[in-house]
């Protein structure tokens, strides 16, 4: 168990439709990110928050929002789903956002599925 | 642009023997290298990490690694698999400078008993 925790764990839902994943970072970790896992697409990192503000945006679609709030827990909001956002969606945290010495420590996951 | 490479989508190896996933990278820069495990259904667990200092990195579950900068490679090694360790396997980099993961393919580690 990494300590970061994710709900809901599945999500099946329509085209066109908006979901909110949730996670929860290690305590004492500041730093959040999000990363999409798909067949076609692999691992992809999708952004991430440090202490309440956006500090890196990878290949994130603009239908897609994300924040973090004052408790350190985080949302990613997907919106106008389609089809190809099925996938699973991990949130990782680190301690500190200082670069690559920062283990990041992954949830488990949630399995969102489009239909 | 950064890129990792895992050549092998599968390997396959008898319970004893030794292991070896491989995983090579290109950047510019200092690259930091992580290794990560998936098994079904869970999360990606991480295994060890080289970030500097010595080539050779060991790390959870008995696993090592060793860091080659002429090559660019960072492959996973253990000396005598179980069949326990059969799962998806994942190389990563971090740049210096920035603070995502770009991950490998994956490697499906099969281990038979």
């Known amino acids: 168990d990494s300590g970061v925790t994710q709900t809901p764990k599945h999500l099946i839902t329509a085209t066109g439709q908006r979901v909110t994943l949730r996670c929860s970072p290690r305590?004492?970790?500041?730093?959040v990110y999000w990363y999409q896992q798909s067949l076609d697409q692999g691992l992809q990192f999708l952004i991430q928050?440090?202490?309440?503000?956006?500090?890196a945006k990878g290949n994130i679609l603009e239908r897609f929002s994300a924040q973090q709030f004052p408790d350190l827990h985080s949302e990613l909001n997907l919106s106008s789903l389609e089809l190809g956002d099925s996938a699973l969606y991990f949130c990782?945290?680190?301690?500190?956002?200082?670069?690559?010495?920062?283990?990041?420590?992954f949830g488990p996951g949630t399995r969102l599925t489009v239909l | 642009a950064q890129s990792v490479a895992q050549p092998e989508d599968q390997v396959n190896v008898a319970e004893g023997n030794p292991l070896t996933v491989k995983c090579t990278y290109s950047?510019?820069?200092?690259?930091?290298l992580f290794w990560y495990v998936q098994y079904p259904n869970r999360g990606l667990q991480f295994l060890l990490k080289y970030i500097t200092g010595d080539n050779l990195v060991k790390g959870s579950y008995g696993f090592e690694a060793e860091f080659n900068k002429s090559q660019t490679s960072f492959h996973l090694k253990k000396p005598s698999a179980l069949v326990s360790d059969s799962a998806l396997y994942f190389c990563?980099?971090?740049?210096?400078?920035?603070?995502?993961?770009?991950f490998g393919s994956g490697t499906r580690l099969l281990v038979r008993p």
């Open positions: 928050y440090y202490n309440g503000e956006e500090r």
């Open positions: 990563a980099v971090m740049m210096d400078s920035s603070y995502k993961l770009i």
């Open positions: 305590s004492g970790d500041l730093s």
């Open positions: 950047v510019s820069g200092n690259p930091y």
């Open positions: 990782a945290s680190s301690a500190i956002i200082a670069g690559g010495t920062d283990t990041q420590y």
